[in-house]
């Protein structure tokens, strides 16, 4: 087996990156940086964390018999699976889950069969990474990896010689101490924040790694008071990032408290906001809404924050700082984006909207591709992969402002306003109004679109798209101007509009996690109203039919 990973494929900045890399590793292996690793060997974990995320069984299969398949990556190994570290290519979505050893907590679900696996794996790292390595040891992916070796540590350990007991927790007490000087260089803020709360665990999982542990608190009480808004939102506003961030921060507080110290206040209070807002997005087949890059996720996970959380910091029906509402009624769930989608902020989302009676998922948004070519990513990232406003492809790009929102509620049902002001220099007072109405009940929902103030190529290349989750079959009526919808409970639902022709398009889905699932959506086209002046009014509502 070779020593050294793949090259990483030449860029135009790989000159300088290179000489980054090679100073690096002679830091890292240098004996000066080596001393400061060394401390007290652990033979023991004093705390296994709990996982709650539910392992792939089919996919630990797949991968015991050598082939691994992530995104538009596949390897295969041929029956030597420890050369998987050789084979990944450097910087991708593929290396990243190896890295992070996120397949231990699959290959527990083959059971003692995985431990062999597992062992086999790790040796192959060690042989590899084990002294020091600037591209395997960097500050996400060591926290990421410390979190599952000790989550999964006795598919790793059990059964085992003293000898290899003694190798591989020194191996992780020595990445926990490197974690300590190095976590504050992690790339994103998210991941400062992760990697903060990942070496917490491992420090009070690891005797002798307390000082580590308490250097991982600190830094986690500066990255969570600039991350986390006053709701227990995280300022990604990303339902996934969300689930991940209150699972990790309840793991925290539980390794404190077995190792017999009291949590800090600060930690309390913000797991109690976090869990509540984890809790916002689940919807009634217990899995999130799709929103900011998320996924569906992990049910099993989404429970376990939904039994967590304390209904009296629990954000109902408005979660204020972080920009989302939800509208309740029998049986039927709204939640709605009212943030602010300008400037940095990647994923075009304002004024999208998830809707959901009972179990099934009706409109959604079209979900992430981070684990898909760029293309895909792109466009998964746009207005037009969300359930809102568009416009025309090739159509110069609008500058949004700031979002404003209302909502009135009385016995009859819930009205939510929200309205968003367009930057133009040859149209003053020009704004875009979403309605939606919920009648008490659940079964009637009802919607406007209001374009004020805009002149008429604007307003002919406006476009609303409703894209349909794909469990649901979806057929045009003969006039064309509404949509029968049938959702898997057999429940139906009919769309109607004043547009005088609806459409039905091809769409795709990624919001489950996994590759692209074909689907449709509903598209209204402004162009189809023949707009006459500088307003436009587009009326729609969808209403639950008798079961079919």
């Known amino acids: 087996m070779a020593s050294a990973p793949k090259p990483r494929n030449a860029t135009a900045n790989s000159g300088p990156r ?44 797949s991968f015991a018999r050598g082939r691994l398949a992530l995104g538009d990556e596949v390897i295969d190994c041929e029956g030597e699976i420890e050369t998987i570290w050789i084979l990944a290519r450097r910087d991708g979505p593929m290396d990243a889950f190896l890295q992070e050893f996120a397949w231990l907590r699959h290959l527990e679900a083959l059971g003692e069969a995985g431990g062999p696996m597992a062992r086999k794996l790790l040796k192959a790292w060690l042989d590899n990474y084990e002294k020091w390595s600037a591209y395997a040891w960097d500050p996400y992916s060591v926290s990421e990896r410390l979190v599952q070796m000790c989550a999964h540590h006795p598919l790793l350990l059990a059964q085992c010689d003293a000898l290899w007991r003694s190798r591989v927790l020194s191996a992780m007490a020595r990445q926990t101490r490197h974690l300590a000087y190095t976590a504050h260089r992690a790339e994103t803020g998210f991941d ?11 420090g009070y999982c690891l005797p002798g790694c307390e000082g580590p542990a308490e250097r991982g608190v600190e830094m986690a009480r500066r990255e969570l008071r600039l991350q986390l808004r006053a709701d227990g939102g995280h300022i990604s506003r990303n ?27 600060f930690l309390r209070h913000t797991v109690l906001r976090a869990n509540a807002m984890a809790a916002f997005f689940r919807c009634a087949d217990g899995r999130l809404a799709v929103f900011n890059g998320g996924y569906e996720d992990d049910g099993r996970a989404v429970l376990a924050i939904h039994k967590a959380v304390n209904p009296e910091v629990a954000p109902a029906s408005f979660a204020r700082h972080s ?16 943030g602010d989608d300008s400037g940095a902020q990647r994923y075009k989302s304002a004024g999208s909207f998830h809707f959901s009676s009972g ?28 359930s809102a406003l568009s416009f025309e492809d090739g159509f110069p790009a609008l500058t949004f402002g700031p979002t404003a929102h209302r909502r009135a509620e009385d016995a009859r049902g819930q009205l939510l306003e929200c309205e968003r002001q367009f930057i133009l220099a040859d149209a003053a007072n020009a704004s875009y109004m979403r309605r939606l109405y919920l009648c008490a009940g659940g079964a009637d929902l009802r919607g406007e679109e209001f374009l004020a103030n805009l002149p008429q190529e604007v307003l002919s290349a406006a476009v609303w798209r409703f894209h349909l989750h794909p469990s649901i079959r979806a057929s045009l009526a003969r006039d064309k101007r509404s949509v029968i919808l049938l959702a898997p409970n057999k429940e139906g639902w009919r769309f109607k509009s004043n547009c005088c022709v609806l459409e039905l398009e091809k769409s795709a889905y990624c919001g489950d996690g996994g590759a692209p699932v074909s689907t449709e959506q509903i598209v209204i086209r402004g162009a189809r109203l023949k707009p006459q002046t500088c307003n436009l009014s587009v009326k729609w509502g969808l209403r639950r039919q008798d079961a079919v």
């Open 192 to 202: 400062r924040l992760m990697t903060a709360l990942g070496l917490c665990v491992a």
């Open 359 to 386: 179990r099934s998922r009706i409109f959604v948004n079209c979900g992430n591709g981070g684990h898909r070519a760029a293309q895909w990513r792109k466009a998964l990232e746009k207005r037009a992969a969300h």
């Open 239 to 265: 339902p996934s990032r969300q689930l991940k961030l209150a699972v990790r921060l309840q793991t925290v507080i539980k390794a404190i408290e077995t190792r017999g110290f009291q949590p800090p206040g």
């Open 18 to 61: 290179d000489v980054l890399d090679r100073v690096q590793k002679a830091w890292g292996e240098s004996p000066f940086y080596q001393a400061r690793l060394r401390g007290p060997a652990p033979d023991r974990l004093l705390f296994q964390p709990d996982d709650p995320f539910t392992p792939d069984k089919d996919f630990a299969q």
């Open 323 to 338: 920009g989302y509402h939800k509208l309740l009624a029998g049986r039927t769930m709204i939640i709605v984006d009212t």
